[in-house]
């Protein structure tokens, strides 16, 4: 038995195809001297998500299947699934293996060094096998790191490993709404609270089933709008 534990967050919505594979390669990619959770945090897909999960991973005690019905959304249902988590080391990834499970020893590694160690499309070695949306978010990650004034080059990545007790200790309010935005929002407050932010190369792959939930010219107004919103606060903050 171990005394070191890992919660893997995976927030789900219409990932049928994805998640009972993704749980299994989660399952392999944790460390074999580490015990584990895998909280998968459903919005109440109507292509039937969580009863696949039930169904896959009943009596598997590492696996729990959290099912949301009010005040949905991503970013929600990451913080849900962190005010559930068990363990205090927490890994958080998106559930269509953009994110690749063998990646996090790796991040939990580094982990035992910074309080976030965020797997990064923009720093050497990093990259994605969509070449489009690649370009499109390098191109954004220029625009935030202007706004924002920030030295993070993947705003935008949500692969990521820190403490619990330590997240649970940032305004979560005006942190967890909204979608992939909530991520820039993170890593700025987690700044602001002398947290340390470590980059390392991670490859982001192709969704392997289901399809993308983005809609990239309501995300594009979306994040701007939440970069301007931030800017606004941390000028603010400056200011008190
Ligand atoms: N719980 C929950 N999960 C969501 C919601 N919307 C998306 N997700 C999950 O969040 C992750 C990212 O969503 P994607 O649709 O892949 O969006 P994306 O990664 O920004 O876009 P692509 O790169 O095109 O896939 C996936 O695991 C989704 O299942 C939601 O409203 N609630
Ligand atoms: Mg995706």
Known sequence: MTDRGVSVILPTYNEAG??????RAVGDAIPPDWDYEILVVDDNSPDGTFAAVQS?????????ALLRTEDRGFAKSIRAGIE?????????????????????????????????????????????EDVAHYLTSMIYNWVLR???????????????????????????????????????????????????????????????????????????MNYSIAAIRLRAAISRESRD
């Open 56 to 64: 896959a991973c009943a009596g598997d005690p590492h696996v729990v």
């Open 84 to 128: 559930r988590a068990k363990f205090d080391r927490v890994v958080i990834m998106d559930s269509d293996f953009t994110h690749d499970p063998v990646e996090i020893p790796r991040l939990m590694h580094i982990g035992e060094i910074y309080d976030i160690v965020s797997g990064s499309r923009f720093c050497a070695g990093g990259r994605m």
């Open 146 to 220: 202007l706004v924002l004034r920030t030295q993070v080059q993947d705003n935008l990545g949500g692969f990521f490993t820190a403490r619990r007790s330590a997240l649970l200790k940032l305004p979560l309010d005006e942190i967890f709404y909204g979608y992939g935005d909530y991520y820039f929002r993170l890593l700025h407050y987690a700044q602001w609270k002398r947290m340390t932010i470590v980059e390392i190369p991670a490859a982001y792959m192709l969704r392997t089933a289901g399809k993308s939930k983005s809609n990239p010219l309501r995300m594009i």
């Open 18 to 23: 994805n998640i009972v594979a993704l749980v």
